[in-house]
Nanobody, 119 residues
Framework: VQLQASGGGLVQAGGSLRLSCAASGRTAGAFSIGWFRQAPGKEREFVAVCNWNGGRTDYADSLKGRFTISRNNAKKTVYLQMNSLKPEDTAVYYC?????????????WGQGTLVTVSS
């Protein structure tokens, strides 16, 4: 499975962005897909995850209500809708396949997309 994250950019505080994670490979639709983020000088942290059909999701407690993960298996793409963005959301966002809450559980990683939220 190969993953390509996109959709990052510069946004003002209070704005929104939608990240996309395009998966390729015959079995891409069978994997859970998660989003993580890593800010400069900080460890990678869990953001959200959904199972293979999007029917089950989990979120970091601090992000519930602002971020929404969804999935379109026909397009082999998982989305992360981010609303009411804050400067502390600034980070490189990664998508990954095959795990749930912990980074070490994942088998495949995308290259990351940078989100910068200005105050």
């Amino acid at each position: 499975v190969q993953l390509q994250a996109s959709g990052g950019g510069l946004v003002q505080a209070g704005g929104s962005l939608r990240l996309s994670c395009a998966a390729s490979g015959r079995t891409a639709g069978a994997f859970s897909i998660g989003w993580f983020r890593q800010a400069p000088g900080k460890e990678r942290e869990f953001v959200a995850v959904c199972n293979w059909n999007g029917g089950r999701t989990d979120y970091a407690d601090s992000l519930k209500g602002r971020f929404t993960i969804s999935r379109n298996n026909a397009k082999k793409t998982v989305y992360l809708q981010m609303n009411s963005l804050k400067p502390e959301d600034t980070a490189v966002y990664y998508c990954a396949a095959g795990g749930w809450l912990r980074p070490n559980d994942y088998d495949y990683w995308g290259q990351g997309t940078l989100v910068t939220v200005s105050s």
